[in-house]
């Protein structure tokens, strides 16, 4: 019984799930939510989200809520002021061992920008063969098949829990706020409404070994820097967190590019740390008004970022995968930050085919903003 999951509660409001959240963990109640996508119609997200603790915990738990209803009134608690300063990650995860290196690096993240955590677990659709789909009991197949399937997430859910507990001390663990997301669909569809709800701050993925794996993250980065508004992080199979105070950032820009709405929210992510960042350009055909555009645009980045570390500088290379190698290991870079619009010099350039090659072959984090412009 101590292995199983029950529903206690299910809130529609974000602070009042947050603060009851909190006061039960204090208790020593481990607390899970999730959203849970397998009781809506497909396609939809399920607004709201469920409370669940193991089946040992449920008598203290209700007693914990009731206390917390009669003497505050659930309805009445307002957002917390240490909430409203707090950053958003959200990091899909399969609930694997492999998924175990993305979730040390979001804790990693998280204590250091000051965040919170969505872990969001996407199963696919139920698949029933196509004689089965149009008979007159398919609606009954498929919900035992969704039964079975949030049953199965559900005690994943349990031992991920726990392999958390092996791999993340205790203390950025209690200093941390995280919970979970469990949807139905596929990865990038699910990533994209979500964020519209949650509004994170930028999404975090995870390499994985096979050739094909990373095929499909490319893809699916592809897909969500085109139909959302966020940010996402993708790590590769070497990066590991480990207390990360100077960041050296290259970020590709252009120079005809007068939307600084990319960099300002890099900035705004990396705050916390100690950041140098080369704003760099790419020629493959070497114009004669090269410098001249580095010089004006070194320019504008000293007066309109005076405060900040950052400089333009040029690659001149035929091979443009190449030329960012290079400028990689001279610079030492920890991070490359990607601004794409759609038709211009940047886009035509990285969001087609070198972006999936850097995706599957980076040694290095990365951060692809989302497309702008049509």
């Known amino acids: 019984m101590k292995n199983i999951l029950v529903n206690v509660m299910r809130f529609t409001k974000l602070y009042p799930t947050r603060f009851v959240k909190e006061k039960l963990e204090t208790e020593g109640i481990e607390c899970v939510l999730t959203d849970e996508g397998f009781r809506s119609e497909p396609g939809e997200l399920p607004y709201g989200w469920n409370l669940q603790v193991r089946a040992k915990d449920v008598e203290k738990t209700v007693k914990i809520i009731l206390k917390i209803q009669s003497e505050l009134g659930l309805e009445n608690i307002e957002e917390l002021n240490t909430l409203k300063d707090l950053k958003k990650i959200l990091v899909p995860v399969d609930l694997s061992n492999y998924s175990m290196e993305a979730v040390k690096y979001a804790f990693g993240l998280a204590t250091k920008i000051q965040a919170e955590i969505k872990f969001l677990y996407v199963l696919p659709e139920p698949h029933l063969p196509g004689t089965v789909k149009y008979t007159t009991s398919w609606q009954a197949h ?3 098949e969704r039964d079975e399937l949030f049953k199965n997430a559900q005690k994943m859910l ?23 997301a469990i949807h139905t669909g596929s990865l990038g569809n699910v990533v994209v409404s979500l964020s519209y709800r949650y509004k994170p701050d930028f999404v975090l993925m995870h390499h994985k070994d096979k ?16 139909y959302s508004e966020y940010p996402v992080m993708i790590l590769p199979k070497s990066a590991s967190y480990s207390n990360i105070d100077k960041l050296t950032v290259m970020y590709a820009t252009n120079f005809h590019d007068n939307d600084h709405t990319s960099l300002n929210t890099l900035l705004e992510i990396l705050k916390p740390f100690d950041t140098r960042i080369h704003c760099i350009h790419i020629e493959t055909e070497y114009p004669l008004d090269s410098n001249e555009k580095l010089e004006e645009l070194n320019k504008f980045l000293k007066d309109e970022y005076k405060d900040q570390n950052i400089t333009a500088d040029l690659i001149e290379s035929s091979n443009v995968s190449l030329g960012i190698e290079e400028f990689i290991n001279q610079k030492h870079i920890g991070l490359i930050a990607m601004s794409t619009q759609k038709h211009n010099f940047i886009y035509r350039i990285f969001h087609a085919d070198v972006v999936k090659e850097m995706i599957k072959a980076s040694k290095v984090p990365m951060l692809v903003f989302p497309v702008k412009g049509s």
């Open 142 to 144: 498929e919900k035992i």
């Open 158 to 180: 349990l031992e991920f829990s726990e392999e958390i507990k092996h791999h993340i001390p205790e203390e950025q663990r209690k200093a941390t706020r995280f919970h979970f």
């Open 211 to 226: 050739p094909e794996e990373k095929t499909y993250l490319s893809k699916v980065v592809e897909y969500i820097t085109k």
